[in-house]
Nanobody, 121 residues
Framework: QVQLVESGGGLVQPGGSLRLSCVAS????????MAWYRQVPGNQRELVAA???????VYADSVKGRFTMSKDNAKNTAYLQMNNLKPEDTAVYYC???????????????WGQGTQVTVSS
């Protein structure tokens, strides 16, 4: 079994900062990539940032220069530092991982349960 657990969401004023964390645990042999998505009710889930298998990082245009994604391979943890938050960043943020499990040996995509981020004065 594999679990992705997000934390760090909350209520913040415009211009404020939050740091999200996502810990992957369980029967993991290798993590190929991790990503953050967000979703507003009624809208499709959208990619915010992703760390690829070659450690390159991609960002949505709407968050470039404000959000920074990083990954600690030793801890199987991904982070999303969000600065200068705007009301339009309000959403549920989901962690995603593409990984290889130990038993069975299988590449599978997993999702966390999501963490709410609300930007409001």
């Amino acid at each position: 079994q594999v679990q992705l657990v997000e934390s760090g969401g909350g209520l913040v004023q415009p211009g404020g900062s939050l740091r999200l964390s996502c810990v992957a645990s369980g029967s993991i042999f290798k993590i190929y990539s991790m990503a953050w998505y967000r979703q507003v009710p009624g809208n499709q889930r959208e990619l915010v940032a992703a760390v690829n298998s070659d450690d390159t990082i991609v960002y949505a245009d709407s968050v470039k220069g404000r959000f920074t994604m990083s990954k600690d391979n030793a801890k199987n943890t991904a982070y999303l530092q969000m600065n200068n938050l705007k009301p339009e960043d309000t959403a549920v943020y989901y962690c995603n991982a593409d990984l290889l499990t130990i038993a069975p040996t299988k590449e599978t995509e997993y999702w966390g349960q999501g963490t709410q981020v609300t930007v409001s004065s």
